[in-house]
């Protein structure tokens, strides 16, 4: 870089510009310089943070001094060269925008220079996007399903809201399954720490009598204190049978059906679980009480949690139907006890502090099946997938087909996914999701490896957090 200026700073002490520079006419350059001013840009024709229409095609900057063009540093649309063109203070920026898109205009530190006075202006990053498309508008979303939410969970639903279509969070699930050490380890690779922290009751049945206490909530604590979201899920376990619950083994408690996932399955019933007086019923409903219990230290906390019960029910459309108990016999099971699960914990238990989040299950082809197993924009406040695939690609099909989902009026995410997708792809085609939550590599933080499970390295990771699309935990407000 000092090469550059050392190279291009004695060509602005006179008015003949050459090399670098884009060329001008001799009526167009001016004969003097005042440089008792800072060199500043004064007014763009596109605001920070507004909406324009795609049919703009010119943007403008104008500085306080005449100015020249340094088109061996141009000016980038989404990290693209743009052409431009200047006269006296202004520089003219030729684009061509698309529907419902986001952009960052960047212009670089050593792109406009100011005529005769030997000095650039700094650099600038300005974020805006296009009206109409396919992506959630931010003023369409519909509120909150929990009237009652406390101020911080509003407050954080709020401010997904506003950022939506802008910017994308940073996440990554604890490691099995109640600490930070995940998040600790792509702070170490990265330097910067992730604005959302999942974690997840899988252990709930050993809770309070083997390894595993969700009575201490210091890692949400300590995320959230740090100005930092939390989010839990739940893969629920329950027993493979009578003889297992009547036995209180814990070995013998599963989410998975038998026969998928490798594991010993459950041939649990969620049939006979939404009948009063059934011991699945018994079982079901003290699972709840216990993890109400708790959220409830959470929600003592002030601590808002995006809660993610019942994730990927549908399991493949396409191929072997459900994986879960939970979704075993059909979207109708599966909704009826979603709706017990928040009458239980919102009505009875009284948690206010709940965002609550469905994970679809996307597949091409079978967009119908999805929307019918949708429990409803009068039921969930977030929708999300669960996403691993092979690249960085933005998933832009699956994207659109959640949006059409809810009708443009929930915010969309992903909720789980290997390999990360690439932010600048993603706001590039439209998926703008909300976050995306990067699966643990079991023992990652001490395995010395920089390159976790699904193919992510360390430079990747970094790449990914220091995108401009991108908010970690340093970026973020206090929502308290």
């Not at 974690?199 to 009598?209: A, K, M, N």
């Not at 036995?247 to 679980?273: L, P, Q």
């Not at 643990?440 to 933080?445: E, G």
Request: with cysteine; charged share 20%; glycine share 8%.
């Amino acid at each position: 870089m000092k090469k550059i200026y050392n190279k291009i700073l004695p060509l602005l002490a006179g008015v003949a510009l050459t090399g670098a520079f884009t060329a001008c006419s001799d009526d167009d350059a001016p004969t003097g310089a005042d440089t008792s001013k800072p060199f500043v840009c004064e007014a763009v024709n596109v605001e920070e943070g507004t909406e324009v229409s795609p049919e703009l095609d010119v943007i403008t900057l104008q500085y306080s001094h005449p100015v020249a063009v340094n088109v061996a540093s141009p000016i980038t649309l989404n990290g693209e060269a743009q052409t431009s063109t200047y006269k006296d203070n202004t520089v003219s920026v030729q684009v061509s925008l698309k529907p419902g898109r986001s952009y960052a205009l960047f212009v670089p530190a050593n792109c406009v220079a100011h005529i005769n006075g030997a000095r650039f202006a700094d650099a600038m990053t300005i974020n805006f996007r296009t009206t109409g498309g396919t992506v959630v508008d931010p003023s369409a979303i519909l509120p909150l399903i929990n009237t009652n939410a406390t101020a911080q969970t509003k407050n954080v639903y709020n401010f997904l809201v506003q950022q939506n279509g802008k910017k994308v969070l940073s996440g990554a699930m604890a490691n099995v399954n109640n600490n930070n050490d995940f998040a600790g380890w792509i702070k170490s690779v990265t330097g910067k720490d992730v604005a959302i922290t999942g974690y997840d009751f899988i252990h709930l049945p050993e809770s309070g009598q083997n390894w595993i206490d969700y009575s201490d909530i210091t890692p949400a604590k300590t995320q959230w204190e740090t100005n930092g979201l939390v989010s839990y899920m739940w893969h629920w376990r329950v027993p493979t049978d009578k003889a297992a619950y009547d036995a209180k083994d814990v070995n013998k408690y599963d989410s998975s059906i038998k026969g998928e996932h490798g594991g010993s399955g459950t041939e649990f019933d969620i049939r006979e679980a939404l009948k009063e007086g059934t011991w699945q019923n018994e079982c079901i409903m003290a699972d709840i009480d216990k993890v109400a219990g708790f959220l409830k230290l959470l929600q003592d906390a002030n601590i808002p949690v995006l809660w993610r019960p019942l994730h990927e029910a549908a399991g493949s459309y396409k191929y072997d139907g459900a994986w879960f108990w939970w979704g075993r016999y059909g979207d109708e099971y599966t909704k009826k006890l979603w709706d017990l699960l928040y009458d239980r914990l919102v009505n009875h238990h009284g948690l206010n502090n709940l965002i609550w989040v469905w994970t679809a299950q996307y597949e091409q082809g079978f967009e119908a099946q999805m929307t019918a197993s949708y429990p409803g924009n009068d039921k969930v406040d977030i929708v999300g997938v669960d996403i691993y695939a092979d690249d960085d690609n933005a998933q832009k099909a699956a994207y659109d087909a959640l949006a059409a989902m809810t009708q443009g009026k929930r915010i969309v995410t992903i909720s789980e996914t290997g390999r990360i997708q690439n932010p600048d792809k993603c706001f590039a085609e439209d998926a703008t999701w909300s976050w995306f939550n990067l699966w643990y590599t079991y023992n990652q933080h001490t395995s010395g490896n920089t390159t976790d499970g699904f193919g992510n390295t360390a430079e990747s990771i970094k790449a990914v957090l220091e995108s401009p699309f991108v908010i970690n935990r340093g970026d973020m407000p206090s929502l308290k």
